[in-house]
């Protein structure tokens, strides 16, 4: 099957300083990428869609400045976490699909604990 | 925002128990979808249904999709401990954004 591949698996970082996850479809082209963050015990919340080649969509309540997206190819879109606080500190996951509608391929996620 | 309930919430049964998690959403879908989660880890997709579509069978999953009532429901026969996990139905309200339901933790005691 399909395989997205997600780095890094967790990340410490200071409050102030700037985290890249980069989201990575290995064996296919992803149309489309999301990006989703998750609290213990709890749903994926959708935090952005990313096309390649566009500026991504970002859901109600999401900076865009805090979250920065990019998605420059069919196979590679990264979530930067600028300035990073305490309160950004999750799980975040990413996925990809080749087609509208179609079923998603996700990341492994990335555990971001900000001290 | 997240699209839809699920419920339960939790749900432990022995294992070779059948268990039965259900799903509502609130817009018009294309299809609904079902993952699943172990903990701390991505979700894996375990199948789609359409919104054409009334029930979908895949191995010891049976889907089935209710588009008057907007609901569907998660059937998994002959539990096993390896079933142990969350389980999340996810639809598209306004097409291209997957969105996912609370979801549902299943335990499976051996």
């Known amino acids: 099957g399909a395989v997205v591949s997600q780095h890094p698996s967790w990340v410490i970082c200071k409050s102030g300083t700037s985290v890249k996850i980069e989201c990575r479809s290995l064996?296919?082209?992803?149309?489309?990428m999301f990006w989703y963050r998750q609290f213990p015990k709890q749903s994926l919340m959708l935090m952005a869609t990313?096309?390649?080649?566009?500026?991504?969509?970002?859901e109600q309540g999401v900076e865009k400045d805090k979250f920065l997206i990019n998605h420059a190819s069919l196979t590679l879109s990264t979530l930067t976490v600028t300035s990073a606080h305490p309160e950004d500190s999750s799980f975040y996951i990413c996925?990809?699909?080749?087609?509208?509608?179609?079923?998603?391929?996700f990341g492994s996620g990335t555990q971001l604990s900000v001290l | 925002s997240q699209q839809g309930e699920e419920d339960p919430q939790a749900l432990s049964i022995q294992e070779g128990e059948n268990a039965t998690m259900n799903c509502s959403y609130k817009?018009?879908?294309?299809?609904l979808q079902w993952y699943r989660q172990n903990s701390g880890r991505g979700l894996v997709h375990l199948i789609l249904?359409?919104?054409?579509?009334r029930e979908k069978h895949s191995g010891r999953l049976r889907v089935t999709l209710d588009t008057s009532k907007k609901s569907s429901s998660l059937l998994i026969t002959a539990s096993r401990a390896a079933d142990t996990a969350s389980y999340f139905c996810?639809?598209?309200?306004?097409?291209?954004?997957?969105?996912f339901g609370a979801g549902t933790r299943l335990t499976v005691k051996p």
């Open positions: 990313s096309n390649e080649g566009s500026k991504a969509t970002y």
């Open positions: 817009t018009s879908i294309n299809n």
């Open positions: 064996d296919f082209q992803a149309t489309t």
């Open positions: 996810a639809t598209e309200p306004n097409n291209n954004d997957m969105r």
């Open positions: 249904i359409r919104s054409n579509e």
């Open positions: 996925s990809a699909r080749v087609s509208q509608y179609g079923k998603l391929f």
